[in-house]
């Protein structure tokens, strides 16, 4: 049952600490915020396992310069919340420099007294 503060609220600190995680490479924090069956569909549009998620931070091969987001759009139904938002970041990843600046709508899930991230996916401003 969720509390009765703000979910909405509850659940922007969650994509915060998200990004946090990733900027920070955390492993531990993404491991918490993401579900166990929750996925991130890539750029190019696969399925990417919150296992695979963690392996790609835990290999050292991933370094953020810049991570950054803006733009929210929270809706919370009932126990299941939708944030759209857009979010830069630069750094590299398994030895190429990258840029990224997309638009992203990610799911979360109150569960264990917590918000989870079940699926998020995120789509470049052209």
């Known amino acids: 049952m969720l509390p009765e503060i703000n979910a ?7 994509e915060r600490d998200f990004l946090l995680a990733h900027l ?18 890539n ?22 310069d810049e991570a950054h987001s803006n733009e929210f759009r929270v809706r919370v139904y009932g126990e299941t919340a939708v944030v759209i938002g857009r979010w830069q970041a630069r750094g590299v990843s398994t030895g190429q420099a990258f840029e990224y600046s997309p638009r992203y709508l990610s799911v ?3 569960r264990d007294g917590r918000w989870q991230m079940t699926v998020d996916q995120s789509t470049d401003i052209t």
């Open 8 to 14: 909405e609220a509850q659940t922007l600190q969650a």
């Open 24 to 41: 920070n490479c955390d492993v531990a924090a993404l491991d918490r915020l993401m579900a166990d069956e929750g996925a991130q569909i």
């Open 43 to 64: 750029s190019v549009g696969r399925v990417v396992s919150k296992a695979e998620v963690i392996a790609s931070f835990d290999s050292g091969e991933r370094h953020w």
């Open 108 to 110: 979360w899930i109150w």
